[in-house]
């Protein structure tokens, strides 16, 4: 059975930091390549980074110089780190692991970016 389980998700003030995670079981973890998305309140699901199974990196235009995506093979672990967080990156969070012919989703956590 696939799992992939998001966490690392809360309230934080803007400018503030969080660190998600998303720890994949059921997968042969290094052979797909893993994104991260988000969704916000009556808007459609955008990508917010994505990480190649040989490590190759897309950000979005909106998190560029803010969030960093990486990956753990070893503990099939795939991480987001973002800093100076703003209000609009108020979302609810989600991992997919992906392949040509395969993907799989998450359920997601939420962040909220608010004073």
């Known amino acids: 059975q696939v799992q992939l389980v998001e966490s690392g998700g809360g309230l934080v003030q803007p400018g503030g930091s969080l660190r998600l995670s998303c720890e994949a079981s059921g997968i042969a973890f290094s052979m797909y390549t893993m994104a991260w998305y988000r969704q916000a309140p009556g808007k459609q699901r955008e990508l917010v980074a994505l990480?190649?199974?040989?490590?190759?990196?897309n950000y979005a235009d909106s998190v560029k110089e803010r969030f960093t995506i990486s990956r753990d093979n070893g503990k099939n672990t795939m991480y987001l780190q973002m800093n100076s967080l703003k209000p609009e990156d108020t979302a609810l969070y989600y991992c997919k692991a992906q392949t040509l012919i395969r993907n799989y989703w998450g359920q997601g956590t939420q962040v909220t970016v608010s004073s």
């Open positions: 990480i190649s199974q040989v490590g190759s990196i």
